[in-house]
């Protein structure tokens, strides 16, 4: 579980092997939360190495809430991993 104060920003860091054309996707935010943006960063220097997908957020209200992430590729349907990461949010 993360934990954040309302008006303060958190991150999600999830690894993908993006070179393969797999990508984590955040489904819409629970109310409370404002996606801000992403961004992807290799998590090494070697070619074919996996990378780190960044995701930014801030907390608008107080409360315990849920954020949905989808992995795999997007030409396919059936997704290759789902995660739920609970966040609860102090004033």
Do not use: N
């Amino acid at each position: 579980m993360l934990t954040a104060k309302v008006g303060c920003e958190f991150k999600v860091q999830l690894h993908e092997q993006s070179t393969a054309g797999y990508e984590w996707r955040c489904k819409a935010p629970s109310p409370g939360l404002t996606f801000l943006g992403q961004s992807v960063r290799p998590a090494s220097s070697m070619a074919g190495a996996p990378a780190v997908h960044i995701f930014r957020f801030r907390a608008e209200a107080a409360g315990k809430f849920v954020l949905h992430f989808i992995y795999g590729r997007v030409w396919e349907k059936q997704p290759q991993e789902m995660k739920s990461i609970d966040v609860q949010v102090e004033p």
